[in-house]
């Protein structure tokens, strides 16, 4: 309960009671750890993306939502590189966004993967100048990505030295919101049919 894992996610936890008494239980903040059970049952080459809800302790407002779905990617195999990665993801932004989308990487930090990046397109609705959409960046982050770090690969037993891979991870509601325009991810969870048969 106090691993210091833990200190940089919004745990949500829920108190039930069992026979034995009062007990509580952690509702997961990621869907990372399929990742790590998918190595732990698999032998390379291994391809997997794992949908799932997630959940964190937030304030809710029209970009942020206590509960949401997150999908996570894992490809490893020998001699995955980190230009596989950006390929990859690369093609994915131009099949949901466009062929005409610019996309950046950046450093930024995630457990489990080494060098860690930020994957961010350029904003459709200025097409990068800047605007209120965009921050005026001209950028929209969509997703978190990175090379597995080898100790998670020695973890699951698999030798370091010859495969590599690399993970990333998204939301499925902010997508659709920028895809389509949405201004509030509330909308989602209104249970308005209306709304969700538009798409």
């Not at 996309?103 to 990046?117: K, L």
Request: charged share 25%; net charge neutral; aromatic share 14%.
């Amino acid at each position: 309960r106090d691993h210091p894992a833990r200190d940089m996610w919004n745990t949500l936890w829920v108190d039930y009671q069992e026979p034995e008494g009062q007990r509580q239980m952690l509702l997961r903040t990621h869907t990372s750890p399929m990742q790590a059970r998918v190595m732990e049952q698999t032998r390379p080459p291994v391809r997997v993306v794992v949908p799932g809800r997630c959940y964190r302790y937030e304030a809710t407002d029209a970009t942020h939502e206590w509960q949401f779905t997150q999908v996570e990617g894992l490809a490893v195999d020998d001699g995955i590189t980190f230009a596989d990665m950006k390929g990859t993801l690369y093609e994915f932004a131009r099949r949901v966004f466009g062929p005409e989308r610019k996309v950046r990487f950046r450093c930024d930090y995630f457990p489990f993967v080494e060098p860690g990046a930020e994957m961010a397109i350029d904003c459709f609705a200025c097409q990068g100048k800047g605007c209120r959409v965009c921050r005026e960046s001209g950028w929209i982050e969509i997703l978190g990505a990175g090379m597995v770090h080898p100790r998670v690969l020695e973890g699951v037993g698999y030798d370091s030295s010859k495969y590599t891979g690399f993970a990333f991870g998204l939301g499925a509601e902010r997508i659709a919101m920028l895809k389509y325009g949405i201004e509030d991810v509330r909308l989602f969870y209104a249970n308005d049919l209306r709304f969700l048969r538009q798409f």
